[in-house]
């Protein structure tokens, strides 16, 4: 239904410019903005785009001028807009349906009162799932697992024996979690399979991505901190212990027994070897293939990585490489025709 542009900026606390009659359909970026519904430009390219766009209005950041166009202005673009996309877009209200009879759960299993198990979904031995859980089809909770409150499971998730999983923790679809360590010993010619006898934890308020896979630890757990919000397609060994509110971008691999402090970012296809730390608040860039220790604070790029300003002061070397090699060609016709202009005196002096 639509709103006008004077409600829209009530409803986040923005600062009004131009018409506030104006009547607002929905909300879309840029891009795919048409003609009736607001976007966002979060900064001074973007609002010169604003212009071209069919966009009717904008919410843009303090002191980020728009032309012609009503606008919003608000301290955060991308908060103030996602409010007004839910505004249009409301979230699907959560359905209570209990306990499906087309899900299996085991007679041993404590299901709080208000969980929600969803058809086809298999619930262990000695499961427990706290308050306001709800667990979507396919999803496979082995025996022994143990779900906080308020966490969601969406379908075909797999929880092996004995995985933890803390409050407020969102699971997306097809995440494995509790998996063997990929960890073996050769005897007499064979590869065996080590002790897999430890377990996945996954504090509160934990996001895994679709598709995701954390193994369980050799004898103690793999843990996932509290806050901490992995991304799609993401692998982390067995034995890894990463710190609260990191952030794991896609197709990430972390390699075991690696620990990571508080607040650390890994940007995507990040490659971690086993046994290193990574300290508080460091930032790994996309591609980067980390070898050694990396210390608190520090950027890191490339690979092998090495803090972000050397590495860029290495790029800058071998964009100049064609150059430099166009270079050493003409030195080296040069010395070649000096050597040649040498050899010849050499012989007229010897003739004279």
Known sequence: MATTLAHLAELVGGKLSGDGTLLISGAATLETAEAGEISLADHVDRARELDASQAAAAIVAAGVAVGAKPAIEVDDVHAAFAQIVEHFRP???????????????????????DVDIHSGAFVGHDVVVGAGSTIHSGVRLLPGCVIGEHTTIFPNVVLYEDTRIGNRVIIHAGAVLGAYGFGYKQRDGRHELSAQLGYVRV???????????????????????????????????????????????????????????????????????????????????????????????????????????QQKLQFAAIAKLPEMRREFRRLQAEMAELQARLDQSHANEKAA
């Open 91 to 113: 979230r699907r209200a959560r359905t209570r349906i209990g306990i499906s009879p087309q899900a299996s759960v085991s007679p041993s299993a404590q299901i709080a009162d």
């Open 203 to 309: 504090d509160d308020d934990v996001e895994i991505g679709a598709g995701a896979t954390i193994d369980r630890g050799t004898y103690g757990p793999t843990v996932i901190g509290a806050g901490t919000k992995i991304d799609n397609q993401v692998m982390i060994a067995h034995n890894c212990r990463l710190g609260r509110h990191n952030l794991i971008c896609s197709q990430v691999g972390i390699a075991g027994s690696t620990t990571t402090g508080d607040y650390v970012v890994m940007a995507g296809q990040v490659g971690v070897r086993d046994h290193v730390h990574i300290g508080d608040g460091a930032v790994l860039c996309s591609k980067s293939g980390i070898s050694n220790d990396v210390p608190a604070g520090v950027e890191m790029l490339g690979a092998p990585a090495t803090p972000i300003r």
